[in-house]
């Protein structure tokens, strides 16, 4: 006798539809076991860039700081020049008998020195201490003659040139 052969039936609407709706909560369970990696994944590698950032921003920082220091150095060094140079001044504009201009040029001298910094340029403290002293007497006391003007304004002079580093900044 011949074997049964199996019947299929079409397939109904029902059963097509739970079969789909089956498939589909598959897929989204699949989509959000995937999505839960992704999203794991995106949080370390976002920590990794915070902590790159803050590594970078620390880094920056040092640099800016850095570059104050130098500019402060800078600054205090060419107050060291601006005085040498009003020194100068001073001391021509008395041997032309410019008295007023030396004493002028005598109190810019004393501005600059103000603005030095000792240990930004590397200058003895006591010499600058020394050197703004010897400013501020030629200011308030004017000498009697000339000559003993003239000998006071090249002690400043001297004094702002023994202040210069000879050796360069940095």
């Known amino acids: 006798m011949p074997e049964p052969t199996a ?10 539809a739970r079969d789909g709706g089956l498939g589909l909560l598959a897929g989204l369970a699949i989509g959000g076991v995937a999505a839960g990696f992704v999203y ?14 803050a590594a970078q921003a620390v880094e920056v920082e040092q640099g800016v700081a850095s570059v104050r220091g130098e500019l402060a150095a800078s600054r205090a060094f060419e107050s060291l020049l601006r005085a040498r140079v009003a020194a100068d001044q001073a001391l021509n504009e008395h041997d ?5 201009l030396s004493r002028e040029r005598l109190r810019s001298v004393g501005v600059a020195l103000a603005a030095v910094e ?13 050197a703004r002293a010897q400013v501020d ?10 000559l003993a003007q ?9 004094a702002v040139d023994g202040l ?3 050796e360069p900044l940095g």
């Open 118 to 130: 000792p240990s930004l340029v590397s200058v003895d403290a006591a010499a600058l201490t020394e």
């Open 137 to 146: 007497a030629a200011l308030n006391e004017v000498a009697p003659d000339a």
């Open 40 to 53: 794991v994944d995106g949080r370390e590698r976002l920590a990794r860039l915070d902590a790159d950032r």
């Open 150 to 158: 003239r000998d006071r304004l090249v002690a400043v002079v001297r």
């Open 96 to 100: 032309r008998a410019n008295f007023g």
């Open 164 to 166: 210069i580093p000879k």
């Open 7 to 16: 019947v299929t039936r079409p397939r109904g609407r029902w059963e097509r």
